[in-house]
């Protein structure tokens, strides 16, 4: 494999992200139509509008093929606009009390995806793609200093495990689409401290990672690279 992490802008359709933006798209729009077809038990269709309403989408490629990613929104805890939000209107009120008594400002990290070609491969030392994504997700947290990073992780997917070894924090466990589902955080501290068990490539694929969503600023840093 021949990754690369990148941060995307998804309403962007310029020339020098729009076929990313495109294989991020088609990936998202894959796994989360199978999710709720299995979910809801007949044929669902996703909506592009999940996808668009979202403030960059980190997305790790294997060449131009997007292989896993997750996707990043910009919340404030004390609007009641934002807790009633279709993705937070979910949480235990005690859960947005807890978060608003820390910090106003937020991140959400949903709709978290890997392509299902890619469920069973393995990169170096046997580490897995949505391992490799969730660290990377989090690096970007504690670089970007949102103090508070929110998610929802299936309990059947395993996911809350793998959430524990990225740092998260479990504030409670709610049904939601039909199974248990844990309502988690992870705080920079805690990630800090994760982040001492990541494997190398993860620093590597961070350190060398491709910032789209200034696209001009991009580019004219690449002038005086090359």
Not at 48 to 59: G, H, K, L, N, P
Not at 166 to 191: A, Q, S
Not at 197 to 208: A, H, I, Q, R, T
């Amino acid at each position: 494999m021949k990754l690369n992490y990148t941060i995307l802008d998804p309403k962007s359709w310029k020339p020098g992200s729009q076929s990313l933006v495109l294989s991020a798209y088609e990936t998202y729009k894959l796994v989360w139509e199978q999710t709720f077809t299995e979910i809801k038990g007949s044929q669902a269709k996703i909506p592009s509008d999940q996808f668009t309403r979202q403030d960059y989408i980190q997305a790790l490629f294997d060449g131009d093929r997007c292989i896993a990613l997750t996707c990043i929104r910009k919340v404030n805890m004390l609007s009641p606009i934002d807790r009633e939000d279709s993705w937070l209107g979910v949480w235990p009120d005690s859960a947005h009390e807890q978060m608003a008594k820390q910090n106003d400002q937020a991140i959400i990290n949903s709709y978290f995806s890997v392509h299902p070609d890619y469920r069973k491969r393995f990169f170096q030392d046997n580490i897995h793609p949505s391992y490799i994504m969730g660290c990377l997700s989090v690096l970007h947290q504690v670089e970007n200093r949102h103090e508070l990073h929110l998610g929802m992780m299936r309990n059947s997917r395993s996911m809350n495990t793998l959430g524990k070894l990225w740092g998260c924090d479990t504030l409670d466990t709610i049904e939601h689409n039909n199974e248990p589902t844990d309502v988690i955080v992870f705080k920079i501290p805690r990630v800090l401290k994760a982040s001492e068990s990541f494997p190398d490539v993860v620093f590597k694929l961070f350190k060398n990672r491709t910032d789209l969503t200034n696209e001009e600023e991009y580019y004219e840093r690449r002038k005086f690279v090359a």
